[in-house]
Structures are given as structure tokens and as C-alpha cells.
């Protein structure tokens, strides 16, 4: 089970000892560092637009079983690798913070994959960031090389099922 604490000057998550442990420590462990917070939702650069008919399925599961996963952020730019509906989510709800799992947009292990035949790179995605416009509904798929082999980026993220109330609870407290 994963529970909210507060860590100099941000929120963090720490993670107590449960059924999932292993699996946890297994994802952690392939990455340089586990770092999760809470952040502003202004913070944050999207780069692909959503779709409405998934954003709806996503919200009625996140008001009714809470957030499992975090999005995931590249640390230095604010890009969003993975999490867009969930983002639009939280805006709807109007939440102004998120939680947030970094990793470092720059590490090789990185890479883009494509759900549809669109072919984009890092830079592509930049530059896309940059120019305030976005990407068509599910032109990039984050992928990260493991000893398994690529896997989407997710599957790196710790599962945190937090509810709204526990999220909205956190924020008044800040």
C-alpha cells in the first residue's frame, strides 16, 4: 500500500509493506530514483490532445475506485509521457494538483513507439511543447527498455490507488 507523507518542501510517496512489495522494488529498482509528488496541474506540458469518449470512461473510474497510477513527467521539461486523459480528469474536476512519478526524458532507455503511423521523436515532441499546439489522440507510445526487453512506460509506475478525498485532503493541508 502506498500513503501520502510529506518530504522537504513537497509531497512524496513512501511504501509500506504489503502484498506487492516485490513487484514494487522490482519497477523501482530499474529506474535511478523513485520520485513522486504532488504537483500543479499548471505545471504540466501535454503534448497530445484527448479523446472525449475515453476522458469520460477514465473520470467515472477515478471518482469511483480513485487514482491507481500516477502520470508520468519528464523531470526537467514537464512533458507528460503518459497520462493525458487523467490530466484532463483532474482539470474537469478542477483539482490544480496531480500526482506526478518522474523519470529523466533524456535517458536512452527512453525511446518513442507509435500506436497508428505517425512516427515522431523526442525532438518532434519538443517542439511540438514548444509551439503550444498538440499531437493527434494517441500518436506516442513511451516506451522504456528493461531486461525484459521494451515495455510501455507504465509499467515502471508504482501503484498508488489514492482517492479524490485523500488527494483534495492533501492539498488543504499544503
Known sequence: MLRWRQGIGRFILS???????????????ELESFNVELVSI??????????????????????????????????ESKIILDGHHRLAVFKELEIDKIPVYYVNYSDKKI???TWNEIRVTKDDIIKMVNSGKLFPNKT?????????????????????????????NTIKKQ
Open 15 to 29: 511504501l509500506e509493506i504489503g502484498d506487492s512489495m516485490d513487484d514494487h522494488l522490482t519497477k523501482i529498482n
Open 42 to 75: 499548471h505545471y504540466l506540458k501535454p503534448h497530445e490532445e484527448i479523446d472525449n469518449n475515453r476522458l469520460t470512461e477514465i473520470k467515472e473510474s477515478i471518482i469511483k475506485e480513485g487514482l491507481k497510477f500516477p502520470i508520468v513527467v519528464d523531470i
Open 111 to 113: 525511446i518513442i513507439d
Open 140 to 168: 506516442t507510445k513511451h516506451m522504456i527498455f528493461s531486461n525484459n526487453g521494451y515495455r510501455h512506460i507504465s509499467s515502471i509506475t508504482p501503484r498508488i490507488n489514492v482517492n479524490i478525498s485523500e488527494i483534495l
